[in-house]
């Protein structure tokens, strides 16, 4: 479980943000955006950390906790395969938690962001290396954007059965690569990917 040092260590609203998705190939980046207006009640801070060192069903437990707490208010953002290809992952991403954070109620007096590249935004940033293992906030937006995203590709799943997105998410498994090859690129996919072009035309190992 993170700390909530780095929340209150500042005074006012401050927001955690994390994104999920930079590295698959296809479908939308999708970030959040997380802030708790008082501090989180212990019950809900156990279910709190890293969404990757999360189990699918312990993620679920702490995204229905998350919706259920009156104290948290939450912004969800997104940038499209469109967006990816025009602008590359990095600048997507960054949107996207733009586009989360302005999503909240009103905005925060400070962003804690997960990683090194601070987004576009009108309130002050502080960028976090490894921040959804060192604040709540942070850890619950990672939360957040996971499960919106992988419900998300799940759905895209229903209608692109071939690419197993239910269970990869658009990340490069085997048999995602193996369905690239056999059945190219769906609308979905992040063209400008090297690794789509290539195993679409054929081309990849």
């Not at 991403?93 to 954070?101: G, K, T, W």
């Not at 502080?126 to 996971?146: N, W």
């Amino acid at each position: 479980m993170p700390h909530y040092r780095l929340e209150s260590q500042h005074g006012g609203r401050v927001a955690g943000v994390d994104e999920a998705g930079r590295g698959p190939l296809a479908g939308p980046v999708v970030a959040a955006c997380v802030l708790f207006r008082t501090r989180v009640p212990r019950r809900l801070a156990v279910l709190l950390d890293d969404s990757k060192k999360l189990s699918p069903a312990e993620r679920e437990l702490a995204f229905a906790a998350l919706h259920a707490c009156i104290d948290a208010e939450i912004g969800v953002g997104a940038a499209s395969v469109a967006e990816i290809d025009r602008l590359n992952i990095l600048r997507a991403s960054l949107l996207a938690m733009a586009r989360a954070v302005s999503r909240l109620k009103s905005p925060p007096d400070l962003a804690l962001v997960d990683g090194n590249q601070p987004p576009p935004l009108t309130c002050a940033v502080r960028c976090v290396i490894g921040g959804d293992a060192t604040s709540l906030s942070i850890a619950a937006a990672s939360i957040v954007a996971k499960v919106v995203r992988d419900r998300a590709m799940a759905r895209l799943a229903a209608r692109f059965p071939a690419y197993g997105w239910e269970r990869n998410a658009g990340y490069a498994t085997d048999a995602h690569r193996a369905a690239l090859r056999t059945c190219g690129a769906t609308p979905h996919h992040r063209a400008d990917f090297g690794t789509v072009r290539q195993l679409a035309l054929g081309l990849g190992l």
